[in-house]
Nanobody, 126 residues
Framework: QVHLMESGGGSVEAGGSLRLSCKPS????????MGWFRQAPGKEREGLAI????????VITDSVRGRFIISQDNAKNTVFLQMNNLQPEDTAIYYC???????????????????WGQGTQVTVSS
């Protein structure tokens, strides 16, 4: 059983920044792809970003491009989501996820991700 441990959520004012971290445990080697998703109350889960753990290639969804950055620290086997200029509409539970393959290259599809973290709350006040 793979466990993904997220950290870094919290409450900030509009315009602020947060950095989320995710570290897989009980996983042999490193997942091929790591992703970040979010789900706001009453809304569907939204894919935000993917990183190819070995090539380092990234995919960012249009709604957060220019504000959110996905990165990784291979030595620490940790993936990050740097979130800048946060706005109230970014309020959601943020999830880290791991996948072995993508059904479509450069497309963020939740069904591709077999392993999920428990989620971390991000609240942005105006």
């Amino acid at each position: 059983q793979v466990h993904l441990m997220e950290s870094g959520g919290g409450s900030v004012e509009a315009g602020g920044s947060l950095r989320l971290s995710c570290k897989p445990s009980d996983y042999k080697g490193r997942p091929n792809y790591m992703g970040w998703f979010r789900q706001a109350p009453g809304k569907e889960r939204e894919g935000l970003a993917i990183i190819d753990s070995f090539a380092g290639d990234t995919v960012i969804t249009d709604s957060v491009r220019g504000r959110f950055i996905i990165s990784q620290d291979n030595a620490k086997n940790t993936v990050f989501l740097q979130m800048n200029n946060l706005q109230p509409e970014d309020t959601a539970i943020y999830y880290c996820a791991a996948a072995t393959r993508l059904s479509e290259r450069r497309k963020i599809v939740a069904a591709d991700f077999a392993y999920w973290g428990q989620g971390t709350q991000v609240t942005v006040s105006s």
